[in-house]
């Protein structure tokens, strides 16, 4: 692997596990036998609540959100890299994205970061051969290594999201891709964000502007969650008035089947259009696909 050291930058390569730079002699920590490049970070990192691992566990394989979203993921790197060989997901979480692309691609090297612990040891039962590392997005430690990265719904966790889209830039190949999917529309803001830790929702200029500045070619760039923004209005229009504290996010994604099966065939129609080139100018979320030149 073509490894950058954290410690003094040298750039180098390694093998498989805990690589340790020729230079300064850094190497990551240990936690639990998953590689750690950031152990401070490890159980109080920012941006997010560990604790909300366990529910997302649960509920996500049945939630019409996630799955749809797997859904178009899973289409964007077959239309825009059909045939990558590596793909490292930043922000892996419970695993759930990871396991949509290992069973698509059982043939490619999957890699999982996540700066929680916690979501990592999720993820490690879903994804017993793939590559999982505790990371902290804006200092990541290789070098055009990657031929396809991902992060899906991360970066609006994260105040640096410019440093981080630059970093991912230095970690994939040439001609590697980038997947984004990030919450859009400011005026879309409601409690729900401050409980999920939200430093922003996206405007499509915004995104688009700072993924140009750290490097890339935009290749699709299209707005999803558009037929239900209405009730995605509504519901955020509901919760206006309630603190943080009165939400339960388990309550929030565990729908009633009939209104969960409605709203994956409403999304899934929605996906067939975004497929022939469709390009929605408004939606709940966004998906833009980019191309490291």
Known sequence: MSSRCLGCG????????????????????????????????????????????????????????????????????????????????????????????????????????????????FASQRLPNARLMQMDARAIPFAEEFEAIGAFDVLEHIE??????????????PKGTLLVTVPQHPWLWSPLDDYAHHCRRYTANELSRKVTAAGFTILRNTSFVSFLLPAMLASRLLSRNKSVDEIDVRTEMQLPSLLNNAFRWILRAESALIGTGFDFPLGGSRLLVARKM
């Open 10 to 121: 040298t750039k180098f390569d390694s093998e498989a596990g805990r690589p340790r730079c020729p230079a300064c002699r850094w190497e990551p920590e240990e936690i639990g036998g998953i590689a750690a490049y950031a152990p401070q970070f490890a159980n109080q990192g920012g941006g997010f609540e560990a604790s909300y691992f366990k529910v997302l566990s649960e509920l996500e394989a049945t939630n019409f959100w996630f799955r749809s979203r797997n859904d178009l993921i899973l289409w964007a790197l077959r239309k825009y890299h059909p045939k990558f060989r590596s793909f490292l997901e930043i922000g892996c979480g419970t695993g759930f994205v990871l396991s949509g692309v290992t069973g698509k691609y059982p043939e490619a090297e999957i890699f999982g970061s996540e700066i929680f612990i916690e979501g990592l040891r």
């Open 160 to 173: 640096e999201d410019e440093t981080v889209l630059q970093q991912m830039h230095a970690a994939l190949k």
